[in-house]
């Protein structure tokens, strides 16, 4: 029986610690992505607990920063000769403006831009298998995202002036969710690529997240989830025998969802790839 390798990134806890360790129980080896070397460290000893002869590695990279995409898929070269699962899972909503040394706003370079980016990296390396399936997490709050159809602006400048957190997050995720639609459309025969909601989650996200966000937590973890149950979406796509249909959809609650008017927008979503990968300087598929 061949290996099956599952890179997880912002995997130091919450949703992407569950789904790590729901992974291994499924026989995948683990390449666990944390923030810094400590977190990388605790992360490595938590999941190695439930490895159960599985292997598990953590590396570290502040997504962030683009030079820090760049090293972690060199590391990841060097690591993994494939990739069956990549999840993409770490994001955050500032409360406040912030770009980062690359000139982009933090939420978008997190959210939108590092998995991209990184997904991208890791085809032109020829790292992943051939029926790999790619999943980005995405959010409910995609309802909240405003994207310009004409001129879209995926490096979250535009928000400077007018920075709303919830706002600027469902922007983020919305944008995500178009690049994966057009991304699923360019993919090698027999790879797959999906958007997958947890919903609303108990975790710090909110907490750590500060502004709005922490404040619509006391009232949301009145029906929030475990991250245990929220992994089942993004499990069930990383583990179904067959790969889940429709390419390049919108899943939550463990099936095909709709998604909103606005990401299902074809013209747009292939616009909105296009000037991603032109701002990170990458060869569209």
Do not use: C
Request: proline share 5%; net charge positive.
């Amino acid at each position: 029986m061949n290996t099956r390798t599952a890179v997880i990134t912002g995997a130091a806890g919450g949703l992407g610690r569950a789904t790590a360790r729901q992974l291994l129980a499924a026989g995948f080896d683990i390449i666990a992505v944390t923030r810094d070397e400590r977190s990388a460290q605790a992360t490595a000893e938590s999941l190695t607990a439930h490895a159960r002869g599985r292997t598990v590695h953590a590396l570290h990279a502040d997504l962030v920063d683009r030079t820090a995409v760049r090293a972690l898929a060199e590391r990841l070269r060097d690591t993994v000769g494939h990739i069956d699962v990549l999840l993409n899972n770490a994001g955050a909503a500032f409360p406040q403006y912030a770009e980062t040394a690359d000139g982009t706003e933090r939420t978008h370079a997190l959210n939108h831009l590092a998995p991209f980016h990184l997904t991208h990296l890791l085809l032109a390396d020829a790292l992943f298998a051939p029926t790999a399936r790619i999943i980005n997490i995405s959010s409910d709050l995609v309802t909240r995202g405003r994207v310009d159809t004409d001129d879209p602006d995926v490096s979250g400048a535009s928000w400077r002036d007018r920075y709303a957190q919830i706002a600027v997050y469902g922007t983020s995720k919305l944008m995500g969710l178009l690049a994966t639609t057009a991304l699923a459309t360019r993919l090698p025969a027999g790879m797959h690529a999906y958007s997958a909601s947890p919903g609303v989650i108990k975790t710090g996200f909110n907490d750590k997240s500060g502004g709005l966000l922490k404040a619509a937590s006391l009232v949301s973890s009145l029906f929030a989830q475990s991250p245990e149950k929220a992994a089942h979406t993004p499990v069930l796509l990383a583990t179904a025998p067959t790969p889940p249909t429709p390419n390049g959809g919108f899943f939550a609650k463990g099936a095909a969802a709709t998604p909103p008017k606005s990401a299902r927008d074809a013209e747009l979503a292939a616009k909105i790839y296009d000037a991603t990968a032109q701002s990170l300087g990458l060869v569209p598929l």
